[in-house]
């Protein structure tokens, strides 16, 4: 069974740095589709950015390109998120999520598998 464990939220002053991870098991996730949301309170679920796990190719909502970075590291089945020039409207719960397939899609429905997520709040 795919488990995602998400890690590495808290608590940043606007402009710091935080890198978020997501471990993921059950499976070799070779063809898959690994992203990020985000979801602030009282608003829709966010699509951030997406790898695809064969190739490293990524792909960003533009509200994030230049300061978020995706990357994943094959040997410890990890997907990070690198946030840099963190602003208070960043403050939501990020979410990591799985799609068995090559496409990177920015639909939450598309995803197969979610973590529970983790808390991320930007103080001004």
């Known amino acids: 069974q795919v488990q995602l464990v998400e890690s590495g939220g808290g608590l940043v002053q606007a402009g710091g740095s935080l890198r978020l991870s997501c471990a993921a098991s059950?499976?070799?996730?070779?063809?898959?589709?690994m992203a990020w949301f985000r979801q602030a309170p009282g608003r829709e679920r966010e699509f951030v950015g997406g790898?695809?796990?064969?190739?490293?190719?990524?792909n960003y909502v533009d509200f994030v390109k230049g300061r978020f970075t995706i990357s994943r590291d094959n040997a410890k089945n990890t997907v990070y998120l690198q946030m840099s020039d963190l602003k208070p409207e960043d403050t939501a719960v990020y979410y990591c999520?799985?799609?068995?397939?090559?496409?990177?899609?920015?639909?939450?429905?598309?995803?197969?598998?979610w973590g529970q997520g983790t808390q991320v709040t930007v103080s001004a």
């Open positions: 790898i695809r796990w064969s190739d490293r190719r990524t």
């Open positions: 999520a799985a799609r068995s397939s090559s496409t990177i899609v920015a639909f939450s429905t598309a995803y197969d598998y």
């Open positions: 059950g499976r070799t996730f070779s063809n898959y589709v």
